[in-house]
């Protein structure tokens, strides 16, 4: 049984109880964990209740050197029993906690790892000389990042943290006496550890499992969007002048098909549009000298007005979509364009995929394979990096996003009995012969049982939970490899 420490607004402590009638710790990864508990009543532990603010569970059982902290949101008493519900503090101060500017380092151009800058938002914490930056990743596995907002909470800030480098978070706290005297912020390229030395019979030691896939929100290519620049250009002569006339409507392809261009009337290699097909366009940029035509589809995709039948629109309004690079002329000497990866050039095997020159989106073919379009043409969604302004960076930490996006969400909830002392993010392996399904899974959730931690429950859910097609198709195992690298 877990001792429960309650400590009141000051997070002094109070009193410790050793028995609780139920209890389970919702231990999560990059979200809130959660506390769920029933201690008997006594006129002890009914002053206790009310007087306490929060409770600190010990990360292993009866060791309260390290300790997760909850707020208490909800209690109630009956005779019998004291129920009360808590929410991780530090997620609750992270969310009201607001840092003025983050400031970043002359020698890395204004960049910072990810222990520099928490450096930065301890000090905005509550109880700030007591926040230490824990365990993180050296600074030669990842690259550092910008982080120029301001008048921003620690909560967005870490999440742009997660979002940029896929790091996992762990918020603890250390008691000396009756007092919270550390409290520590680890980071971690991966929580948990390989468990190759656990081994499961499904008849015995699984109670039941739920295997989910959900094959909505796949994108097989990526393009990606940077900050956007203003440059001053000179204005060209009249004969070659290039003006941006708004034309809104549709436009409908009369040919077997039309070729699409860039701005700068540079084909797209094997991309076209089909006969009889309606896009949408907002305007067209003509020559002056010779009055000749393109029709803008997309942010950057143009196609001549020989090609295509206009029809003019009826709402003035209408908006083209992001799908390919953009470059928006502002007319005059300054051109705003958004930073894209259309130039940078990726080749196999020194890159984790091809990526030919003049291509505005990066793609996974053997996902596109499996989960694009049934004519074989991968399913495009569009990221922005509205901080980036290095191509060949943006093209790597677009690869980083589509490699998330690329397969089903897999997801397997599995009940097990007696699972013994497994910790959030281990890797552990199984084989579901009742539903047919090969399991390399990761722990992303622990019901942790307060009072028999043999009787937690978990739930593992990953990109790589494998039906035995997927796994002789080896698209997760190709995946998995490049995340490893890449990360």
Request: hydrophobic share 30%; with cysteine.
């Amino acid at each position: 049984m877990t001792l429960l420490y309650f400590l009141d607004e000051t997070q002094s402590l109070l009193g410790i109880v050793d028995r609780q009638l139920s209890g389970t710790e919702k231990i999560q990864i990059n979200k809130a964990n959660e506390l769920d508990c029933s201690i008997p009543f006594s006129k002890r532990n009914s002053e206790l209740a009310q007087k306490s603010r929060y409770v600190a569970v010990p990360t292993y059982a009866n060791d309260p050197d390290f300790a997760h902290l909850y707020s208490i949101t909800t209690f109630d008493m009956t005779v019998s029993e004291i129920n009360f519900k808590g929410f991780e503090t530090m997620y609750e101060d992270m969310t009201a906690t607001w840092v003025g500017k983050i400031w970043g380092k002359d020698d890395t151009a204004g960049l910072l790892y990810v222990d520099e800058l928490l450096d930065q938002l301890i000090y905005a914490l509550p109880n700030e000389k007591t926040w230490i930056v824990g365990v993180t990743p050296d600074h030669d596995e990842y690259e550092p990042q910008s982080f120029d907002d301001e008048d921003v909470t620690v909560s967005s800030v870490l999440s742009k943290a997660v979002e940029d480098w896929g790091f996992e978070f762990d918020f603890v706290y250390q008691f000396q006496g009756n007092t919270i005297t550390k409290r520590a912020i680890n980071v971690y390229k991966q929580l948990g550890e390989d468990r190759t030395d656990l081994h499961f019979d499904v008849r015995k030691d699984l109670t039941g499992s739920k295997y989910t896939e959900d094959r909505s929100g796949i994108y097989t290519a990526l393009v990606g969007y940077g900050a956007t620049l203003k440059i001053e250009e000179p204005d060209a002569p009249v004969s070659d002048q290039w003006n941006d006339v708004p034309s809104p409507g549709t436009v409908k392809v009369n040919k077997t098909f039309a070729i699409l261009y860039t701005r700068e009337l540079v084909p797209y290699t094997g991309r076209r549009l089909g006969q009889d097909s309606e896009w949408r366009t907002d305007m067209y940029m003509e020559k002056a000298s010779t009055h000749e035509k393109y029709y803008r589809v997309s942010t950057n995709q143009y196609v001549n007005y020989i090609d295509v039948d206009f029809t003019a629109a009826q709402d003035d309004n209408e908006i083209i979509t992001d799908e390919d690079n953009s470059t928006t002329s502002t007319g005059g000497t300054t051109t705003e364009r958004i930073v894209d990866f259309t130039q940078v050039e990726w080749t196999s095997p020194e890159a984790p995929v091809n990526k030919p020159k003049g291509q505005g989106y990066v793609e996974v073919p053997s996902a596109t394979a499996s989960y694009g379009y049934s004519d074989g043409s991968p399913r495009i969604g569009v990221v922005t990096f509205d901080d980036e302004v290095l191509s060949s960076r943006l093209l790597s930490r677009t690869y980083m996003k589509l490699l998330t996006m690329c397969t089903p969400k897999r997801k397997l909830e599995t009940s097990f009995n007696q699972i013994g002392t497994v910790g959030i993010g281990d890797t552990i392996y199984l084989y579901d012969e009742r539903l047919d399904v090969y399991v390399e899974e990761r722990i992303t959730e622990i019901n942790r049982n307060l009072l028999n931690i043999h009787n937690s429950t978990v739930v593992a859910g990953s990109t790589f939970a494998l039906t035995p097609e997927a796994r002789q198709s080896g698209i997760e195992d190709m995946i998995r490899t490049r995340i490893k690298k890449y990360s």
